[in-house]
T-cell receptor, first 115, second 115 residues
Framework: GENVEQHPSTLSVQEGDSAVIKCTYS??????FPWYKQELGKRPQLIID?????GEKKDQRIAVTLNKTAKHFSLHITETQPEDSAVYFC??????????????FGQGTILTVHP | ETGVTQSPTHLIKTRGQQVTLRCSSQ?????VSWYQQALGQGPQFIFQ???????GRGNFPPRFSGLQFPNYSSELNVNALELDDSALYLC??????????????FGPGTRLTVL
């Protein structure tokens, strides 16, 4: 089945700096890669996603890149703000076999943005 | 607001008891997935229901079972509760089109504590 590795586990930045979180996946048939932000005690919220036929996607201060050959994808947050502080999860949806349609999550990154 | 609702919000049970958790999917969605999120970890896939049938299962024992109803709402049942079942249980709804499953939106979760 799919395996998703996420790094770093914690990330501390100053307000205004950029933050980058990286993930790798194992199933070459995976075709959809969402990123979720989860604040303490709340539900994971979809913040951006990318499909396997696209290399990069941007939404204001957030961007995601995908390298299918290397099987890795990254989240980039520019001009970070204290309200960006949360746990971020990458995930992959399997494209076939036992992984089909199933979200496999990374271990999470605790992002702290210091004012 | 994603439109996915879950009940109850919190639940306390003792070992050996049984529990039923409920999820109402977002309007227009036909697929519900259930995830278990232990403290400090990413959500783990339990199973997925598509048009009232189980469509994929993670590494969870048979005492975890589910249902999906004609209105696409869903239940998660756990028998013979164990202490390790204490977690946040999340459901996520999505719209499956032509076999593609994507964009899962999470409910607020049910916090289950097993004593």
């Amino acid at each position: 089945g799919e395996n998703v590795e996420q790094h770093p586990s914690t990330l501390s930045v100053q307000e205004g700096d950029s933050a980058v979180i990286k993930c790798t996946y194992s199933d070459s048939a995976s075709n959809y890669f969402p990123w979720y932000k989860q604040e303490l005690g709340k539900r994971p919220q979809l913040i951006i996603d990318i499909r396997s036929n696209v290399g990069e996607k941007k939404d204001q201060r957030i961007a995601v890149t995908l390298n299918k050959t290397a099987k890795h994808f990254s989240l980039h947050i520019t001009e970070t703000q204290p309200e960006d502080s949360a746990v971020y999860f990458c995930a992959a949806i399997g494209g076939g076999g036992t992984s089909y349609g199933k979200l496999t999550f990374g271990q999470g990154t605790i992002l702290t943005v210091h004012p | 607001e994603t439109g996915v609702t879950q009940s109850p919000t919190h639940l306390i049970k003792t070992r050996g008891q049984q529990v039923t958790l409920r999820c109402s999917s977002q309007s227009g969605h036909n697929t519900v997935s259930w995830y278990q999120q232990a403290l400090g970890q990413g959500p783990q896939f339990i199973f997925q229901y598509y048009r009232e049938e189980e469509n994929g299962r993670g590494n969870f024992p048979p005492r975890f079972s589910g249902l999906q109803f004609p209105n696409y709402s869903s239940e998660l049942n756990v028998n013979a509760l164990e202490l390790d079942d204490s977690a946040l249980y999340l459901c996520a709804s999505s719209l499956a089109l032509a076999g593609a499953r994507n964009e899962q939106f999470f409910g607020p979760g049910t916090r289950l504590t097993v004593l």
